[in-house]
């Protein structure tokens, strides 16, 4: 008889033993030739080898369900557990060419809705840098959110790090009350909507607390190394030269980095050149990095929001 031991580094316990060991008694019962004994984070299987493989194959459709949705319920235990051979290879194929990015909360389905988003999907894949460049409501940055998230939740990154120029649009930091991180949040804060819609607010929390998520002002980014790490820089059209240079060069080993912005809103100073506008004519034929150009047809928000883009663009 071989034995092995799983461990569940990846997933609570509970999520695949079930209150009681109710999941559990499910899975066992599709395993009728395996000895299953649950030891907290470590899952102890025996029985013949090829059954082993099969059982391993079948857990890790669950942990993988489980990180794109959020949960596991008996039904689709039952599911994945009756699915054959064949079955599995043409979920698989189906989730490849799928616009489906991850599973947010509460059922919330996070997708490529536009053909520049679909871009971003298949770009990030070839390329560990990619520049994503377009108006206000073309759903960049979300985007590149649920790519981080998606990443994380793969394993494929330790950490995701989002990162914004601290310019202000029109108004002054300073004026605002409270200490520096005070001053920020607000700033950052479409950020953390992004993270809200697709990480459980507890688990977002625990992530924030243990800085597997980052999320900071531009000038905190000078003199790190960004190691298996998702990066992203929004609101880069309010970056310097200078600055943006800093950004790109904190590249470190088995990273993603991804820049948004939009050139049509820069708030620096009028005789200041923005560090988006340089990078992309200096770096649009280096091997490994994408720019994608976002326009009016990928406006997803609110329809008044491509006629408002429109009217402005007609009247300069």
Known sequence: MNEKIIALDSVEPVEIYGVNDVKLNIIKKHFPKLKLIARGYSLKVMGDSNEITRFEKKLDLMVD?????????????????G????????????????????FGNNGLVV?????????????????DM???????????TYTAVALAVKALKNKEVKRIILTRPA???????????????EKLDPYMQPLYD??????????????IENRIIQIAPLAFMRGRTLDNAFVILDEAQNTTESQMKMFLTRMGSNAKFIV?????????PSKQPSGLVQAVRYLKKVEGISIIELDNTDVIRHKLVKAIIESYENNK
């Open 194 to 207: 992004a993270l809200n819609d697709m990480i459980p607010g507890d688990k977002l929390n625990q992530y």
């Open 260 to 268: 948004t912005g939009d050139v049509t809103q820069i708030d620096l």
């Open 130 to 140: 990619i520049f994503a460049i377009g108006p206000a409501g073309t759903g960049k």
């Open 111 to 127: 997708k490529a809705k536009t053909e520049n988003q679909r871009r971003m999907l298949s770009a990030i894949v070839k390329n």
């Open 83 to 102: 699915q054959t051979g064949d079955n599995i290879l043409e979920s698989k194929e189906d989730a490849a060419n799928s616009d489906i990015i991850l």
């Open 167 to 181: 310019v202000e649009a029109g108004e002054n930091l300073g004026f605002l009350p409270g200490d520096l991180q």
């Open 65 to 81: 369900h489980y990180h794109k949705s959020g949960v596991l319920t008996d039904t689709v235990i039952e599911r994945l557990l």
